[in-house]
């Protein structure tokens, strides 16, 4: 089992940012994902990153805008968020899971959800 605890999110302006955190517990786990999902529309992935290395990647739509890293440390996964868009309200997940994908299917433990809202 791992265990996922989100923090972080709130209300932001345009162009503001916010960082999300997602600690993890338990067993290990190959890759880091996050997702979002807004009112009446499905999950989608926004960023992943490999948590024995520092393999990442992004969606299209927040490639520039967002940065997804990870503390060895305090076993801890971090989503910066920058330049704000309205667009970018959702809840946002972190996931764990065994393999590289953005298919949030193939991961198999997921974090509370935090809710992030962007005004105009």
């Known amino acids: 089992q791992v265990q996922l605890v989100e923090s972080g999110g709130g209300l932001v302006q345009a162009g503001g940012s916010l960082r999300l955190s997602c600690a993890a517990s338990?067993?290990?786990?190959?890759?880091m994902g996050w997702f979002r999902q807004a009112p009446g529309k499905e999950r989608e992935f926004v960023a992943a990153?490999?948590?024995?290395?520092?393999?990442?990647s992004y969606a299209d739509a927040v490639r520039g805008r967002f940065t997804v890293s990870r503390s060895n440390a305090n076993n801890t996964g971090y989503l910066q968020m920058n330049s704000l868009k309205p667009e970018d309200t959702a809840v946002y997940y972190c996931?764990?899971?065994?393999?590289?994908?953005?298919?949030?299917?193939?991961?198999?433990?997921w974090g509370q959800g935090t809710q992030v809202t962007v005004s105009s």
């Open positions: 996931a764990a899971g065994p393999a590289w994908s953005s298919a949030p299917w193939q991961y198999d433990y």
């Open positions: 338990g067993r290990t786990f190959i890759v």
């Open positions: 990153i490999k948590w024995a290395g520092r393999s990442t």
